[in-house]
């Protein structure tokens, strides 16, 4: 048994101080022992250097000598004169201990021997019945405080996790997108869990899984879309909505994907409401990390439920609200179709008949009427693609750099007639800071508009890189597009930089 958390050693800490005290003793230690083999897992102990502590490890085993007894009889010891008692023979008087004389008491938790808290002397007779009488009432303190431990443990677990379900419910039902959604519920997982990562999987058309989110203290960009093939034995539990606990991910053979061997431990969790399979919750720990208890398993297993439901909640709610939007905007398309457009057509037709009207040697009158019909007729334009655009779905907002980006780039196809080609170099997401992303985005809206005005244009290719190295040594976020439109010069091809340092 290994003594866990800061109170509770602590405490055991203080059984060992106060016993030596109260008794006399110049060394006095409280060993932990193993459930099996008796060997000494945890170890206390007051005025022992560290020769001495490495002497104790060996007087204190429970396999041997003295503290032997107190683990098979389960009762206090004490011997007067190690060097004279029958456990002279197995108990050396240990120069670093100055061991003459022994007192030991049992650390009994519900009938079993979990350690034993004892006490040495230099002299013979060292220890009186009343001493030994003291040291039962430390051990059985100190069984009281291991013994609570668990129960203490396993009730602020469960705290902790109902917390951040709760927190996570709140954080769905703000409105964020579906995978905004899905890498809130990862994150919460996956730091509840002690886990190295927290993924979210979700079926494919073609009968697999992909992980369509994730979370980790790393770039998740090597985990999002990596897919567990057809097939695999592991997607008949996955798919049937069953939980699926793995001792060592890098050797199991049910799992196939090829990120495997970064992970040990891990548990596959369904995320289902209602009968319906919304995904999978899979939270991996790094490979020599604990396996997962029966309490980690069944509390996320209910986290994982009430986070299921929360996302169906979430999607409800977004779909109502989007709903609202949309109504509204239809709204606001059909007022501007039918008012502004017509009166801006009417005072069109106006202008273009005085135009024609004006005497013939007023040039200057006509073009002036000229560049007005013009003007008016582009204005015309505009707003009719303001209306196209207020009849499409709202689209969510991303909240990634990365999200942003391709959410730009995206609107801006709808102009340009094709979509841009888009590439990443390094963990933008999380290199890329605010306000730095801010100007990322203004400095990639006038590089889409201004390409959209030169004649030709066919093609934009944008990078974006986090890696790049300024030579004064810093970090820096580049942004490159390059187009294939008619420059002022007349050349076919346009570069526009930007950069910020991080």
Do not use: N
């Not at 060992?16 to 060394?27: E, F, I, K, N, S």
């Not at 008016?376 to 942003?404: N, W």
């Amino acid at each position: 048994m290994t003594a866990t958390g800061p109170d509770l050693r602590i405490t055991l800490q203080h059984i060992v101080d106060t016993a030596a005290a109260l008794a006399g003793a110049p060394h006095g230690a409280l060993a932990l022992l193993h459930k099996e083999d008796r060997h000494v897992t945890d170890l206390f102990t007051t005025g022992a250097s560290d020769r001495g502590r490495r002497a104790a490890v060996t007087l204190l085993d429970g396999r041997t000598g003295a503290l032997g007894s107190l683990v098979e009889g389960g009762r206090a010891v004490r011997v007067d004169d190690l060097t004279a008692a029958p456990h002279g023979g197995r108990v050396p008087a240990d120069p670093a201990l100055a061991t003459r004389s022994f007192l030991g008491a049992p650390v009994l938790v519900r009938g079993e021997v979990l350690g034993s808290l004892c006490l040495v002397s230099g002299e013979p007779d060292g220890f009186t019945d009343t001493d030994l009488a003291l040291l039962r009432l430390l051990a059985s303190q100190a069984a009281a405080a291991i013994g609570g431990a668990p129960l203490y443990e396993a009730a602020r677990q469960r705290e902790q996790w109902i917390e951040g379900a709760s927190a996570t419910t709140r954080a769905l039902l703000t409105g964020a997108g579906s995978t905004d959604a899905l890498t809130t519920v990862a994150e919460r997982a996956r730091v509840l869990a002690g886990a190295v990562a927290g993924v979210i999987l979700q079926p494919t058309p073609e009968g697999g899984m992909e992980i369509v989110a994730a979370s980790t203290p790393e770039d998740p960009a090597g985990l999002v879309g990596t897919a567990i093939a057809p097939g695999a034995a592991v997607l008949v539990q996955l798919l049937g909505g069953e939980d699926v606990v793995i001792e060592d991910s890098a050797t199991d053979p049910r799992m196939t994907t090829p990120v495997r061997s970064r992970f040990g431990p891990s548990m596959m969790l369904p995320l289902k409401s209602g009968g319906r399979l919304i995904g999978t919750l899979a939270l991996p720990r790094r490979r020599g990390e604990p396996l997962y208890t029966g309490t980690d398993r069944l509390l996320a297993s209910q986290f994982a439920s009430q986070a299921a439901l929360a996302l169906v909640m979430a999607d409800s709610q977004h779909y109502r609200e989007q709903l609202a939007v949309y109504e509204d905007r239809d709204r606001i398309a059909r007022d501007l179709h039918d008012l502004v457009v017509q009166r801006l057509f009417a005072t069109e037709m106006m202008l273009e008949s005085t135009r024609r009207k004006a005497p013939e040697g007023d040039t200057g009158t006509a073009e002036l009427l000229t560049r007005a019909v013009d003007e008016l007729d582009s204005t015309i334009q505009e707003v009719r693609t303001a209306i196209f655009t207020l009849r499409q779905p709202p689209a969510e907002a991303p909240t990634t750099v990365r999200g942003r980006v391709l959410r730009e780039t995206g609107g801006a196809a709808a102009v340009l007639g094709f979509q841009p080609s888009v590439r990443f170099t390094g963990a933008v997401d999380s290199l890329v800071p605010s306000p730095v992303d801010g100007q990322l985005l203004d400095a990639l809206r006038g590089a889409l508009a201004a390409a959209h005005r030169r004649p030709g244009i066919s093609s934009v290719e944008v990078e974006i890189d986090a890696t790049v190295r300024l030579p004064d040594g810093r970090t820096a976020v580049r942004l490159v597009v390059v187009d294939d439109g008619r420059a002022d010069d007349g050349s076919r091809s346009t570069t526009v930089t930007w950069q910020a340092p991080l």
